[in-house]
């Protein structure tokens, strides 16, 4: 059975290029046009193409995202835009808008995945979509797992599933909140996830919920139980959702999914409890495994507590170490101190510990790194390289 693809999500260079070296296959990103993540870095076309380079150099993939609902005043600019993404020799293109996917398919080459935001259920729809010419069919992430038995026997389509990441508390994200409450078009990139605001619950004019606030989200899609399941199903492509998250966050899922996959392909699956565990430093949400059981309750939502809280285990990243002095120069990113074990996170290796010793900061000795994104020196016997990662044990 072919490994299926991890495709992980990246808001700018640095995440893409962290994304891909810690284990993933392919990124998918967003340009500043027909993109659904206004707030998102997104990038321009001069970084998708210096990202296309970085993710060809390593024999892996660069998707963009190009799944806005376009106005009548936005369809004369989709062909040269469709065009300029052709000549950058990006591997493929995620749409939604039907009339998108008819001129990427007539007038480039484009490879075209069908957005989840097409909602498909069925394999049916699946085929519709395969026969007029699209290549991946982006599931809606509503499905069980027997569901998705079903869809890939009677498709020969290639089929992309969500495994982690933020839920919609609508259908396959089609969400209207946003536009009624705070005038944010959540089709066109502005999402102001209203879902996850705090609400009072009346009943005959009467306030019932007391001083606990209540909610309308989901909690966040969090799949390891299932990967061998969606493995042995032949599902194409492992998606990952969170343009908006940060560094850490995708180096981590990259990591931890490339090494589940890994112990897959090898039939040395360990407890799956050591893969949720891996998880835990880059979680800052409550989560449950969505729809995939078939037996879904409230459990799977979030209705008294978002769960959202500052994660503070990422403490910096590695820029060079040199081995004559056994130092590492590090760009900080939460405060740690001297005497502290702090767990390291290289991609291609296993997890390991070091304690910080000495700190310095610009040639003077100090006991605490404090400020982000301020450079600190740290000695350390045990050879680290550029790009790998600390983090609170």
């Not at 008819?102 to 979509?129: D, P």
């Not at 966040?220 to 969170?242: Q, R, T, V, W």
């Amino acid at each position: 059975m072919p490994r299926p693809e991890l495709l992980l999500p990246a808001g700018n260079l640095e995440k893409l290029k962290m994304a891909l070296l810690y284990g993933a296959d392919a990124c998918y990103i967003g340009a500043k046009e027909y993109s659904l993540r206004a707030q998102a870095s997104n990038f321009t076309l001069n970084d998708i193409d210096e990202a296309v380079k970085f993710a060809h150099d390593l024999k892996k993939k660069v998707y963009i995202t190009v799944n806005v609902i376009p106005r009548e005043k936005e369809i004369m600019g989709i062909l040269p835009y469709l065009k300029k993404l052709e000549a950058l020799n990006v591997d493929g293109i995620i749409v939604s808008s039907p009339v998108i996917l008819y001129i990427a398919k007539r007038y480039t080459n484009l490879h075209i995945s069908v957005s989840t935001q097409t909602s498909i259920t069925n394999s049916n729809a699946v085929n519709f979509y395969n026969k007029m010419g699209m290549d991946r069919v982006v599931l809606a992430r509503e499905l069980s797992i027997e569901e998705l038995k079903t869809i890939k026997k009677n498709t020969n389509c290639e089929l992309e599933v969500f495994i982690h990441g933020g839920m919609c508390s609508a259908y396959s994200g089609r969400c209207t909140l946003s536009n009624y409450m705070s005038n944010r078009d959540a089709n066109r990139g502005g999402c102001a996830h209203s879902c996850r605001w705090n609400y009072d619950l009346y009943k005959d004019d009467i306030k019932i919920n007391g001083d606990i606030p209540f909610q309308i989200a989901s909690k966040d899609l969090e799949a390891i139980e299932y990967i061998k399941d969606l493995y042995e199903i032949g599902i194409d492509s492992l998606k990952i959702e969170g343009r908006m998250k940060s560094l850490h966050y995708v180096a981590s899922l990259a990591y931890t999914y490339n090494k589940l996959l890994n112990d897959i392909e090898k039939g040395k699956i360990e407890d799956i409890s050591v893969y949720e565990k891996l998880l835990e430093a880059s979680e800052n949400r409550m989560n449950a495994s969505g729809f995939f059981s078939g037996k879904n309750d409230s459990s799977i939502n979030l209705y008294s507590k978002v769960g959202l809280e500052a994660n503070q285990s990422f403490l910096g990243i590695v820029l060079e170490y040199n081995k004559d002095t056994k130092e590492a120069l590090i760009e900080v990113r939460n405060h740690f101190e001297k005497g502290e074990n702090v767990e390291v996170m290289s991609p291609n290796k296993e997890l390991f510990s070091i304690q910080i010793s000495d700190i310095y900061k610009n040639g003077e000795v100090v006991n605490v790194a404090r400020h982000a994104l301020e450079q600190v020196t740290i000695k350390c016997e045990k050879e680290l390289l550029p790009n790998d990662i600390l983090r609170r044990l």
